[in-house]
Each structure stands twice: as C-alpha cells, then as structure tokens.
C-alpha cells in the first residue's frame, strides 16, 4: 500500500498546471480520492503529482444567465450544501450527498471524479442527465465538451492530454429530479445509479452509472416514457426498456443479470419519484 516514488508541484493557475504537464508521465491531483488509492495499490505509477487544489479559479458555484457554473475544484461537500444548488440543481445536491462518506465529500472534487471516469462513479450519471457541459483547458486553448460526448469507455473520456477540466456548466432546467443508487455498502460506489430528470415540457433524461463499462444516457428507456404520464404502469414499461442493447458489467460485486434487475428496478423508483 506504499506508491511508487513521484515528484510534487503546488501550481497556482491553470496555465501553470498546463505547463507542468508536458512533463512527461505527469499527473493531475486534485481531492486525491479517485488517483492515491490507484497510486497506492500501484496500478497507477506517475512520475510527478501536480497539486491544482489551490488554484482559486477553479473553485465555486455561480449563476450565469441561463446556467449553473461549477468550478472543477469544488468538493462535493460544497455542492451537497450550497443554497443555490439545493434550489435550482436539487438533482446536483442529491448527487453529492450521495457520495461516499464525509471525508470523501469534503475532499473530493467534481473535476477529478468526471475526469477519471470510474464506471461506477455518481457524477457521470447527475451530469449527463443534465445535459451539462464540461469546460476543458490546455495548451491549444480551451473547449467544452457535452457530457454525452464525454464518457467514451472504462475509465476513459474525450479529454486530450494535457487538457485540466475547468468547470461545469449545467441548464437550469424547470421540473423534478432525482438520483438514486444501488451502493457497495463500503465504498459507496454505484452497483447500479440511475439520475432521472424530467422536464415541464414532458421531455424524460435518464442516466446510469454502475451499470455498464462507462456512464450512459438511456435512450430506449426515454422514449418508452417521454411525453406519458408517469404511474405505476408507464413507469414498469420503460422499466422493462432499461439498459437494453447494453454491455452489462458483471463482477464479484454484482452479476450481470443482477445489475439488469438492479437497472430496471431502479429506474422504476426514481421515474415514480419525479411522478
């Protein structure tokens, strides 16, 4: 449980970080939760650790125009309590309640957990569900990305290298939201999470985490309920659309068919809590 030996650089602005890391073999840390546990059972090695955690611009909730702004850097703590985001992006304070337990909340960041993209991760679901964009900066400039172009395989994503994800911009959307997730009682991690928004215009977002080797929207599902009024019927209808056509994962955690069940299940709760 010792990491390999690394070199450590406090940076103070984004683009100091961009330059630290055409450095070879360089690594972003941010709360630290998703990169020391890999570093420490070394199936993550990197020679130089560059600390981003006390670059203030990444930091913070803010309204813009028809938009919540999410600095990459803010923890999840913050985002579980901050006022604005537990009255306009209920669906985001759930989220961040949800994850694993106090010290992770309080450490852990937004920004380091999309950018390293574990399949069983809560984030990935809230943000797709949300139809939000991620804000990315590196030498070439900077770029947003929709979070459903993000998320493209196991732990992989559309960040190009040397790119520091900035921030998160997510609609304000009117309607109700909610996530929901099937946890490891240790970790806390998703076996299965589903994030269902649905819109005034009738419109369902559905999004899983836990289920398959990345995040993704449920576009069978969507349509087997979009527009319908959500009761015990619809709802088991699209439930019965969930995950279909998907590669499933299956593990010592849960097995594949497990993880289907858990998928249908889920949906069904969360679409009748936003009924």
């Not at 690594?27 to 990169?35: D, E, N, R």
């Not at 998703?190 to 928004?197: H, K």
């Not at 659309?241 to 010592?252: L, Q, R, T, V």
Request: proline letters at 3%; glycine letters at 8%.
């Amino acid at each position: 449980m010792i990491p390999s030996s690394f070199t450590y650089q406090k940076v103070k602005s984004v683009e100091e970080a961009i330059a630290a890391l055409k450095e070879s073999d360089s690594k972003i840390l941010a709360g630290g939760h998703s990169l020391i546990p890999t570093m420490k059972l070394r199936l993550n090695s990197p020679a130089k650790l560059i600390d981003i955690g006390g670059i203030s611009a990444l930091k913070g909730i803010k309204e813009s125009g028809s938009e919540i702004v999410i600095g990459a850097a803010t923890t999840h703590a913050e985002i579980a309590s901050s006022k604005v985001i537990q009255g306009k992006l209920n669906l985001f304070a759930q989220t961040a309640s949800a994850i694993g337990d106090i010290q992770v909340r309080n450490r852990g960041t937004i920004g380091g957990s999309l950018a390293h993209a574990d399949p069983a991760a809560d984030w990935p679901a809230a943000v797709l569900a949300a139809d939000a964009t991620i804000a990315v900066q590196g030498a070439k400039g900077s770029r947003k990305i929709k979070a459903s172009e993000f998320f493209q395989g196991l732990f992989t994503t559309a960040l190009q290298e040397g790119e520091v994800i900035t921030a998160v911009h997510v609609p304000v959307f009117s309607g109700k939201s909610v996530y929901m997730k099937f946890p490891q009682p240790a970790s806390r991690y998703a076996i299965v999470g589903c994030a269902v928004v649905k819109h005034s215009d009738g419109k369902i977002s559905i999004a899983y985490t836990g289920v398959s080797s990345n995040a993704f929207r449920d576009g069978a599902a969507e349509k087997a309920i979009s527009g319908k009024k959500i009761d015990a019927g619809s709802a088991e209808v699209a439930s019965k659309a969930a995950a279909e056509g998907m590669h499933i994962m299956s593990d010592h955690y849960a097995s594949e068919k497990y993880r289907k069940h858990l998928a249908k299940v889920y949906l069904k709760r969360a679409l009748l809590a936003v009924a």
